[in-house]
């Protein structure tokens, strides 16, 4: 089991930044490709950023591409999410997501996800 625990999400203003967290436990964290994806009220869980194994690949969703930055810190076993020139179609739940091995790219590749932390853009 992969024990996962999103934090940094809050309502900020259009064109502000924040930085998301996700902490891991449970097993060897650079065996598992890192995910984010996000959630609006009345919408399905969309994409937004994949990591691989030891960060040498990243992946983004065109909405967020030049805007958003994944990174992971192996040896803190965590996963950020930098989020930057936000806007109010940003707002939404925030999930961190692990698999084993490969970087994928739909919610259904995924094994493990935590509790999801809220990002607010106001406008």
């Known amino acids: 089991q992969v024990q996962l625990v999103e934090s940094g999400g809050e309502l900020v203003q259009a064109g502000g930044s924040l930085r998301l967290s996700c902490a891991a436990s449970?097993?060897?964290?650079?065996?598992?490709?890192m995910g984010w994806f996000r959630q609006a009220p009345g919408k399905e869980r969309e994409f937004v950023a994949a990591i691989g194994l030891n960060g040498a690949g990243t992946y983004y969703a065109d909405s967020v591409k030049g805007r958003f930055s994944i990174s992971r810190d192996n040896a803190e076993n965590t996963v950020y999410l930098q989020m930057n020139s936000l806007k109010p179609e940003d707002t939404a739940v925030y999930y961190c997501a692990a698999v084993f091995g490969r970087v994928g790219f739909n919610s259904y590749d995924y094994d493990y996800w935590g509790q999801g932390t809220q990002v607010t853009v106001s406008s």
């Open positions: 449970g097993r060897t964290f650079s065996d598992y490709a």
